[in-house]
């Protein structure tokens, strides 16, 4: 295999890995890097082109490693920085390119930075919060540091105060980190949280919202936020810019919370962006349709439907919907990411009796499921397992009929859908588009429709004999 056969691009398959979920080797509870190496030829077999690897750093964990106290190292609850040297070249020679999940945005209170740097961070000139801005996960987004009874702003919980990105030295010192792991062989990175990397230079109030942001968000801030002035500053753009340089081009993802028709400046300088509208759409043909529609003319999205903010596709759409689900996100133009568990059909399960994330999304961690006794770990996981028996690796990987089958299947023939999208249309309950000389039709609804006019079926969710009709909740990829 050569270096460019492993190079992530804005049209590669990406499996999210969840470390502290996926396999636990060494008995502890919680998944290791140790245990992403061994259960490498899962993520190989299934066929995707890299892997994403959520934080590894060290972190007190207030919101689980995403509060980073060292970002030129690895937590000793996953291993350290030789077993993630190992997993990189494991993966590499399985064709697997890596891609690392790096927090620019905010450090862990903890950091030393923090101390040694209070100016790398923003504070309040006044005894209070400096403005209105409200935090992700609610609350107010300022909160007072007790040592030097000053107030700091935190995008997310009190535990992970804001860098400040117009200090040049945080620049440097964060290109530095990026740097460390690109020199280490990595093959990308995802910018956590990117677009509150930069905030207004006034660090001006919000005025009240008159128009609804499309996404979903906690309440106190769809009351508050115009989205003028707390994120998606024009002055984000060059910082992207120099980034990308400094890394020689390697791959770069924007986890930029918006609609996707703001991601446009985003995908001039980084190679893709995750688009949350389709994440948050409902099974509805129509609004699918309008979001394809809507996003035709964008370059590099990557579509996904899972991650460990919002959960498993079937928690929201229903099991019947899982393999139409596949079949949508596998065979739309740009790049696709899959979340752990998504090829098997793990869904959201009740929230554990101890709770870890105190943003509730407990329900979307819990670790995968490698057979029917869980075969995550040989002690209780740090997440109770959900539904083992239905729903695990083991009898998916022997069953040519299983959804794991099918996510297999779809990947491989993933390769023959070039073209941009095209004639994205709605007929009664189906959605359906073209990919050159493909067609691929999607029905939502609870009767069969007739299928459109075509040379051959390729490949379907369920009855391969099909010919003339899709069934309920059915899907095809149609040859012209
Ligand atoms: C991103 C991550 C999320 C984290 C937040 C703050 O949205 O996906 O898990 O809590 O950033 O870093
Ligand atoms: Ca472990």
Redesign the pocket.
């Known amino acids: 295999m050569t270096a460019g056969s492993r190079k992530v691009t804005a049209n590669s398959t990406v499996y999210q890995l969840y470390p502290r979920s996926y396999r636990d080797a060494n008995g502890d509870g919680i998944g290791d890097i140790a245990g992403m190496t061994r259960r490498m030829d899962h993520i190989a077999n299934l066929g995707v082109d890299a892997l994403l690897v959520a934080p590894l750093f060290p972190s007190p964990n207030a919101?689980?490693g995403?509060?980073v106290t060292d970002y030129c190292d690895i937590s000793p609850t996953y291993g350290s920085l030789m077993d993630f040297d190992e997993m990189v070249q494991v993966a590499h020679a399985r064709g697997l390119g890596v891609v690392v999940d790096m927090?620019p945005?905010?450090t862990s209170i903890e950091h030393p930075w923090f101390r040694d740097h209070p100016e790398w961070y923003i504070w309040s000139d006044v005894d209070g919060p400096a403005n209105n801005w409200v935090a992700?996960?609610g609350g107010k987004a300022w909160s007072r540091d007790e040592q030097s009874g000053k107030w700091y702003l935190h995008?997310?919980y009190p535990e992970?105060p804001d860098l400040n990105w117009r200090n040049p030295e945080v620049v440097e010192a964060m290109t530095d980190v990026f740097s460390f792991w690109h020199k280490r062989g990595v093959d990308g990175f995802r910018l956590?949280?990117v677009s509150r990397l930069v905030k207004d230079a006034g660090l001006r109030d919000n005025p009240p919202l008159t128009n609804p942001f499309p996404l979903w968000e906690n309440a106190l801030q769809a009351m508050w936020d115009q989205r003028r002035y707390h994120l998606d500053q024009p002055d984000t753009f060059p910082a992207l810019a120099r980034l990308k340089e400094e890394l020689d081009g390697t791959y770069l993802i924007a986890?930029a919370?918006l609609p996707n028709r703001d991601l446009a400046p985003y995908l001039e300088h980084v190679d893709a962006a995750f688009t949350f509208e389709l994440l948050q759409s409902s099974p509805c043909p129509h609004r699918l349709a309008r979001i394809l529609k809507e996003s035709a003319s964008l370059q590099g999205l990557a579509w996904t439907l899972a991650?460990?903010?919002f959960g498993w596709i079937t928690g929201r759409w229903g099991h019947e919907m899982a393999r139409l689900a596949a079949l949508l996100v596998l065979t739309l133009p740009g790049g696709a990411y899959l979340y752990q568990g998504e090829e098997i059909g793990m869904t959201n399960a009740p929230p554990p009796r101890t709770s870890q994330d105190r943003?509730g999304?407990d329900p979307f961690r819990h670790p995968l499921q490698w057979t029917r006794d869980g075969g995550f770990s040989s002690v209780e996981p740090w997440i109770p397992y959900h539904d083992p028996v239905a729903c695990n690796v083991e009898d998916q990987d022997k069953d040519p009929g299983s959804l794991l089958s099918f996510y297999r299947a779809l990947l491989t023939l993933r390769p023959a859908l070039a073209g941009p999208l095209d004639e994205i249309t709605v007929d009664e309950s189906c959605l359906s588009y073209r990919r050159g000389a493909h067609r691929i039709c999607l029905n939502f609804g609870d009767s069969p429709v007739s299928l459109p006019p075509h040379h051959e079926v390729i490949l379907t969710t369920g009855d391969a004999t099909i010919r003339t009709t899709l069934g309920p909740h059915s899907g095809a990829i149609l040859a012209l």
């Open positions: 919101d689980f995403y509060d927090v945005c905010h992700c996960f995008s997310y992970q956590d949280a986890e919370y991650n460990h903010d943003a999304r």
